[in-house]
């Protein structure tokens, strides 16, 4: 099967099932936000050759947090204490492991947790009331990476940061900002639901255009530390979940700052 040909047919499926599942009712999107947090702590970690006992705990602290986010304060003790405790327990591991690079290891599985648990398990809490605010910001980064993309090869010449990811061009970024805050100004008509006016939906289409082209840069950062092409390949075509959802994590956060802001001045 032809590469583009791939890419398309199973990017179309990642795109619908996503939709389907955060879309569908707050609980389908934690089981989704769940699942998609489990995959990529795992890819996190074996991209870094972290051991598979450390794999299988940063995995079940990651599935913690989630819960936790889910729960919120109806349950809140039942899983946020065994999740400090779970992480107190990363010190421990450490003890077992025949290596002279404690401080490394442990960095690193500290930095899954804070670059991938920690995001999704805000985007969980925010779709147990706001799924709709969840599936906008899918939606505005696939048009951001899909018109960077198409704008970089057309018109792209002057590159951003060579050394870590040598395709993406000053060109591209301006094009799939301007037009993910475009498409952002016509958000009110996909999510009424929402409440937001104009002005609103272009400074969310405008976090998501800045903030979710570094986030594919910060992933990229890793990949070339790790020395590896895809974090996994679990998406064919397009590599594993980490590599799909990088700019997700890392906007989700200043996402829900603006909204936040926004929000309190609308009292």
């Known amino acids: ?19 389907l599942m955060v879309l569908y009712n707050e609980h389908t999107c934690a089981i989704y936000i769940g699942f998609c947090a489990v995959i990529m702590l795992h890819e996190f970690m074996k991209m870094f050759k972290m051991s598979l006992l450390r794999t299988m705990f940063i995995e079940t602290i990651g599935t913690f947090a989630i819960l936790t986010a889910y729960w919120g304060s109806k349950g809140l003790f039942i899983t946020a204490i065994p999740l400090l405790a779970l992480i107190l327990s990363l010190f421990i591991i450490q003890l077992f492991e025949h290596d002279t690079k404690q401080e490394e290891y442990l960095g690193k599985s500290f930095l899954a947790l804070i670059y991938i648990a920690l995001p999704l ?19 505005l980064i696939w048009i951001s990476d899909t018109m960077a993309y198409l704008v ?20 591209g970024a301006i094009g799939g900002f301007v037009f993910t805050v475009t498409a952002a100004a016509f958000g009110g008509y996909l999510f009424p639901k929402l409440g937001f006016e104009v002005w609103q939906w272009c400074i969310i289409g405008t976090t998501v255009g800045i903030f979710g082209i ?22 064919p075509g397009h590599g594993g979940m980490l590599d799909r959802l990088d700019s997700f994590i890392f906007t989700i956060p200043w996402v829900a700052i603006a909204v936040w802001v926004m929000r309190s ?3």
Not at 222 to 235: E, M, P, Q, T, Y
């Open 1 to 19: 099967m032809p590469n583009i040909l791939k890419r398309t047919i199973f990017g179309a499926l990642f795109v619908a099932i996503t939709c």
């Open 121 to 139: 398990s805000l985007a969980t809490y925010i779709g147990m009331t706001d799924n709709q605010l969840i599936m906008a910001v899918f939606i």
């Open 152 to 171: 970089g090869c057309k018109f792209g010449k002057h590159k951003i940061f060579e050394r870590i990811s040598p395709k993406k061009s000053w060109e």
């Open 214 to 235: 570094l986030g594919d840069f910060i992933e990229s950062m890793f990949k070339r530390s790790a020395g590896v092409k895809d974090s996994g390949n679990i998406i």
């Open 265 to 267: 001045f609308n009292g």
